[in-house]
């Protein structure tokens, strides 16, 4: 059965109060949960293992190859920026993503840092959205 809530908040609160029996949410909230005991992490659906839960198997290591739907946060900027601007904003980024302190405290969230090209980015988005874009229409799934 589907419990919808408002937000991933709730539905982590509802699950570790023992509301909802099972929940599937992004990392980010959980994992401080998983790793004080009030959560059980039963698998993961990026393609691989995460960073910050090594021993949670993926939805393929725990027998269900055909889900997979890792997140992924990145950021954009308006259509029309300058490319020097794209570059300078990208080195130092990254420079920030490579700071010992940043990648632990990212990574004790819950995310795996990836510091990809703007074109490789570029190309992710296009490729979700025509992954997601077939799902949708398979699914038949309407706005509200």
């Known amino acids: 059965m589907h419990v919808p809530f408002t937000g991933g908040g709730p539905a982590v609160a509802s699950v570790v109060a023992g509301h909802t029996p099972i929940g599937f949410n992004v990392l980010t909230p959980v994992v401080p949960h998983i790793k004080d005991g009030k959560l059980r992490a039963l698998a993961v659906t990026s393609e691989t293992r995460s960073g910050s839960l090594p021993d949670v198997p993926t939805m393929a290591e725990a027998g269900y190859p055909d889900i997979e739907g890792g997140s992924w946060v990145g ?3 308006p259509s029309g920026t300058p490319k020097e ?17 940043m990648k632990e405290q990212l990574v004790t969230l819950g995310f795996d840092v990836v510091a990809s090209t703007p074109e490789e980015f570029a190309h992710r988005i296009k490729v979700e959205i025509e992954v997601w874009g077939k799902v949708i229409r398979a699914a038949n799934i309407k706005q509200e």
């Open 85 to 101: 601007i794209i570059a300078l904003a990208h080195r130092e980024i990254v420079k920030i993503l490579a700071l010992p302190d």
């Open 75 to 77: 950021v954009l900027v």
